[in-house]
């Protein structure tokens, strides 16, 4: 076993030399797993990514390769859907810039008036895909009184939408009608900048946007023009465009709530991460079906 124990990544040339002739890869979101190091490492075997998203993986070219491709779904749900609302609360709330006008010394005495923000009880929520983390958020909106409103290319059946209150409206309708709009789509062509200036336009001017998805998912540049006009309320994001670069315009602007990609960060969390990325990982190699493949078909092609 060869352990990268550095902060940073490693560069693709150094991944390569160290990968090559093992058959098992435990990897993070911020190594990228595309063909060339697929074809620079043919005894690889598996792949397997410490998250649920895998867009830093080439799935097809693994698949056409008879590599295995695992990720971590369900472990993380609950944690990432309990971060999104401390995204959701912070931003209706103003947390951080109370924090902020404490610390600056500005809390001279108590004021009727003073960081108002928007309630959160009792509005509507907007879930842009309702998979296990959509749902996870949603369920918590029924303890805040909210109606539930998501888009999904999926409709999530009959039993799911009464039990979370859920109606599944258009995009535009959700958009129209929701006072937060939170994303959880995984990475893919279709939904990089599935919010964009015209989605952002479409907004309430009350509303905030969370986004604990994936950063490309929003056009940031856009987000930055519609918070500094006021056209929407507020934003919560844990992640951003081109990570860790965050768009400067953000950082110069009070009603938006920036975390650096936390949403699953628990010490709980974070260790069945590792053990269920580490179980997929030793199950391929072994020759057995691991718990969570991303793509079972290379695993049929592996064996036929
Ligand atoms: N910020 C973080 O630290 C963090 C942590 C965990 C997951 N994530 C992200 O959250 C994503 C969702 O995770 P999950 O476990 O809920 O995945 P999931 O597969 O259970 O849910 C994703 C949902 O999005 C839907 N979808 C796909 N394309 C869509 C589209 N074009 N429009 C609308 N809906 C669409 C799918 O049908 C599915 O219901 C992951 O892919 C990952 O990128 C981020």
């Given at each position: ?258 975390a650096p990609h936390v949403a699953s960060a628990s010490y709980e969390t974070r260790l069945k991460m590792a053990n269920l990325a580490i179980d997929n990982c030793l199950t391929v190699l072994e020759g057995g079906t691991p718990p969570t493949p991303v793509n079972p078909e290379a695993l049929a092609s592996r064996r036929a």
């Amino acid at each position: 076993m060869d352990v990268h124990t550095g902060d940073a990544p490693l560069p693709k040339r150094e991944l390569i030399a160290r990968l090559r002739a093992r058959q098992g890869l435990v990897c993070l979101i911020t190594d990228a797993v595309d063909d060339e190091v697929l074809v620079a490492c043919p005894d690889l075997r598996a792949v397997a990514n410490v998250a649920v998203g895998f867009n830093n993986i080439d799935v097809a070219a693994a698949t056409r390769r008879g590599v295995v491709v695992t990720n971590t779904p369900d472990v993380l749900t609950d944690t990432t859907a309990d971060f999104t609302w401390a995204l959701l609360m912070a931003a209706a709330r103003r947390v951080v810039e109370g924090d902020q006008y404490v610390r600056q010394g500005r809390f001279k005495q108590w004021e009727y008036m003073v960081l108002l923000g928007g309630d959160i009880h009792g509005k509507t929520l907007g879930v842009v895909g309702f998979g296990r983390i959509g749902r996870a958020v949603a369920r918590r909106g029924l303890g805040f009184g909210m109606r539930v409103l998501y888009q999904d290319a999926v409709p999530a059946g009959p039993e799911v939408e009464r039990e979370l209150r859920a109606t599944r409206v258009d995009l535009p309708t959700l958009l129209r009608e929701s006072d937060f709009v939170t994303l959880h789509t995984p990475l893919l062509p279709e939904t990089r900048h599935l919010i964009g200036a015209q989605a952002l336009a479409a907004m309430r001017p009350t509303a905030c946007l969370i986004n604990a998805a994936r950063g490309p998912v929003v056009d940031e540049a856009a987000l930055v023009e519609a918070l500094r006009e006021r056209r929407i309320a507020g934003a919560g994001l844990d992640v951003f465009e081109e990570e860790p670069k965050v768009h400067p315009g953000l950082l110069g602007l009070t009603n938006v709530v920036l975390a650096p990609h936390v949403a699953s960060a628990s010490y709980e969390t974070r260790l069945k991460m590792a053990n269920l990325a580490i179980d997929n990982c030793l199950t391929v190699l072994e020759g057995g079906t691991p718990p969570t493949p991303v793509n079972p078909e290379a695993l049929a092609s592996r064996r036929a």
